[in-house]
């Protein structure tokens, strides 16, 4: 069993940044954000593997998520933040092998955290 705290949310202005960080209880074998906006569903955001990164193409040269092995923690730079970014962002994780295909896909993933509100808003 593998328990998920995440931190970092925020409000912040439109342009501005936020450092997301999500740290897991055990080792993982790959860890994911998802958000999710009112009304809307929950989507993709990005994804690390041991060996591989996979991005939105929303947030993709915005976004940067990357991990402490030593610790066991998985953080999303966020960068260049707009309105529509406001969310709740929740960190998912795997404890098995998963195929790049699928990385960005809710369902593949056991383990989820609580949820970090991100409000981007002047």
């Known amino acids: 069993q593998v328990q998920l705290v995440e931190s970092g949310g925020e409000l912040v202005r439109p342009g501005g940044s936020l450092r997301l960080s999500c740290a897991a209880s055990?080792?993982?074998?790959?860890m994911a954000w998802f958000r999710q906006a009112p009304g809307k569903e929950r989507e993709f955001v990005a994804a690390?593997?041991?060996?591989?990164?996979y991005y939105a193409d929303s947030v993709k040269g915005r976004f940067t998520i990357s991990r402490d092995n030593a610790k066991n923690t998985v953080y999303l730079q966020m960068n260049s933040l707009k309105p529509e970014d406001t969310a709740v962002y929740y960190c998912?994780?795997?404890?098995?092998?998963?195929?790049?295909?699928?990385?960005?896909?809710?369902?593949?993933?056991?383990?989820w955290g609580q949820g970090t509100q991100v409000t981007v808003s002047s």
């Open positions: 690390r593997r041991i060996d591989i990164t």
């Open positions: 998912a994780a795997r404890t098995t092998p998963i195929t790049f295909q699928n990385m960005g896909v809710s369902a593949y993933y056991g383990y």
């Open positions: 055990g080792r993982t074998y790959a």
